[in-house]
């Protein structure tokens, strides 16, 4: 992220020798991208539902963001935990031992194998964490597979 | 977290042989962990500053919480990313080429590499997560440098 150049270009009147002057400079944006990262803010950007978005990465870990609303699909994730809090609303996480349910400033972390299946009675915000490259819907596939969408 | 178990000790009255029989059973515990984790109730049990707290894994990773007043130590983390998610309070993240300030569902991500430096002018409660092993002062050392206690 924080690679990331602009094109700045810049027209300058130079008395001298009474010429125009077109410049261009690749502006290097280390500190514009000093920034927050806003949970709430992410969140407004989208509405759709069962659709992780990316807003940040640790190393090959992503950092992503959810709405929910309704069942998901039992499937799980055989070579990796899966970091669920929930922002907004109320999570509940299907396991075949017993439900987990999460509200606001709550976390889980589903096992590694271990099947399981979110749904949400009301719609609901969640902050996922998994490496990257796993796909929603683990094991199980189908229509509800969703391609990451990027909004770092 | 999922592989904890306790000894249930059974006391049986066999009839056709006429005998006592004392068993014992591994009980998976898997279904008492089945429980979300409350970032509030997790910052209840501490009170220190600047001791970050393990409260869950993801795979290797840990995720902790931690306390924060006052000025840290400027440091570097050479071989990974650092996760900061500011749940209470104000995170000043000062960095080289500038500061991040963080507020309450505000996250940022400071690169392998890159020196910081946080600062809290009031007491702030900040969510953590980074490789297992890693140092809180970083490549810095000192006073500060805290062992990770684990409230999982």
Chains 1, 2 share one sequence.
């Not at 709430?40 to 992780?52: G, Q, T, Y």
């Not at 870990?61 to 039992?74: A, N, R, S």
């Not at 299946?117 to 596939?141: F, H, W, Y």
Request: a negative charge; hydrophobic letters at 40%.
């Amino acid at each position: 992220m924080l690679s990331k150049a602009v094109h700045m270009w810049t027209v300058t009147y130079v008395p001298a020798p009474g010429v125009w002057w077109l410049g261009c400079q690749n502006k290097d944006m280390d500190k514009a991208q000093n920034a927050p990262v806003s949970l709430i803010s992410m969140l407004a950007r989208f509405a759709e539902h069962w659709a992780p978005k990316k807003i940040a990465e640790i190393n090959d870990y992503d950092v992503k963001i959810v709405k929910l609303h309704g069942e998901f699909t039992w499937h799980r994730h055989p070579d990796t935990d899966e970091f669920f809090l929930v922002i907004d609303g109320r999570l509940q996480i299907q396991l075949r031992d017993g439900d987990v349910t999460l509200t606001p400033d709550e976390l889980f972390v589903v096992p590694k194998g271990v099947e399981h299946c979110p749904k949400a009675d009301v719609e609901t915000s969640v902050m996922l964490i998994e490496p990257r490259g796993v796909v929603n819907t683990g094991d199980a596939g189908g229509d509800l597979t969703a391609e990451l969408a990027d909004l770092t």
